[in-house]
């Protein structure tokens, strides 16, 4: 393996170890603030952290000599987008009231299963190996969500399941726009589209927070009451926590702020330019496993950090979806092979 391919490999380690360490700080952060608040405030500044690459990478292709997309021509596209990446991240930080960081992350990782699938019905073929890894994965989805209690389905899981499936579809977007802007002349650059739609996802969270965080506690205790019997989730509706602490009834939760930072700068602004810079040069075989490992990392981060506790029928699960994701991108693998 040559300097750039070893290189390129570390660096997507470290992202998928800051992606799955970001389920523990989605979790965490919500003992503070509301789920549509920590997702409003954190893709804010994910996409506040992407403009300088932006504005350098814009000032790079009009030297080259190329086209970049006008800011509102990739309006609409980043409206699309975003409004997925808006549904997909409320069923995945519902979920996670719910579930453990491990669970999340390993069930979010469905969309490398779903969006082959998927492709069947865009006209695209699915081999063997992908009805192998499907088999597979739903085996270890069972595992992890009846832990051992048959008949006994955690409801967060459920709910993850469902962020899947809009989490593929947003794979499938984002797949549509960059070919058909890679057969014009124009360029639409990965980086400002990941900044739109960041803008879009947090701007419609914030708005929700205002809106709908009010009526979630109710709902939630009407799910599971011990979640907030046992004070897991202490936090205020945004609006209330703006008057309390313009009241000075209470103090701001500083303790909200590493997990927002996290989630905001470390998950989206370092990790996805990790990944742009690594996939230069990483083979597409080392990039499909290596970034497979997310779920891995969030476990991991959730036991270490959450103290959550991984029983034999969650690891078992665990193996058996990771080795479904690896075969449903086998064919990736053979092909990219270094």
């Not at 947090?202 to 011990?226: N, R, Y």
Request: charged fraction near 10%; charge should be positive.
């Amino acid at each position: 393996m040559n300097k750039k391919a070893l290189r390129a490999d570390i660096l997507l380690l470290i992202t998928a170890a800051i992606w799955g360490f970001g389920f523990v700080a989605q979790r965490s952060g919500m003992e503070y603030v509301g789920p549509f608040a920590f997702n409003g405030i954190r893709f804010v500044l994910g996409s506040l952290s992407l403009l300088p690459l932006i504005f350098i990478r814009r000032s790079r292709l009009i030297r080259s000599g190329s086209s970049p997309l006008p800011f509102s021509r990739s309006f609409l596209s980043c409206l699309l987008v975003g409004g997925c990446l808006f549904i997909a991240v409320l069923f995945q930080q519902f979920g996670i009231i719910f579930t453990t960081a491990g669970n999340a992350g390993f069930i979010t990782g469905l969309y490398v299963v779903f969006t082959p699938i998927a492709g069947i019905f865009l006209g695209r073929k699915t081999g063997l190996p992908t009805w192998i890894g499907s088999v597979l994965t739903l085996a270890g989805l069972y595992f992890i969500s009846v832990a051992g209690s048959p008949g006994s389905v955690n409801p967060g899981d459920i709910i993850v399941v469902i962020s899947a499936f809009f989490w593929t579809a947003h794979v499938l977007l984002i797949d549509k726009l960059m070919n058909n802007a890679n057969k014009k002349e124009t360029i639409l650059d990965p980086l400002e589209l990941s900044a739109g739609q960041f803008a879009v996802c947090g701007i419609l969270s914030m708005v929700c927070a205002f809106a709908v965080e009010p009526f979630i506690v109710p709902a939630v205790e009407k799910i599971d009451p011990s979640l907030l019997s046992a004070g897991l989730f202490e936090w205020k509706p945004l609006p209330a926590l703006i008057s309390a602490v313009a009241g000075k009834t209470v103090s701001f939760p500083v303790d909200a702020i590493i997990p927002i930072l996290y989630g905001g700068l470390a998950s989206v602004g370092i990790a996805y330019t990790l990944q742009v810079v690594a996939q230069r040069d990483a083979p597409p075989a080392h990039a499909t496993i290596i970034l497979c490992f997310e779920g891995c990392f969030a476990a991991l981060g959730g036991v270490l950090l959450l103290a959550e506790k991984v029983g034999g029928w969650t690891l078992l699960g665990f193996i058996l979806m990771l080795a479904g994701m690896l075969a449903t991108q086998w064919a990736v693998i053979v092909k990219g092979r270094d």
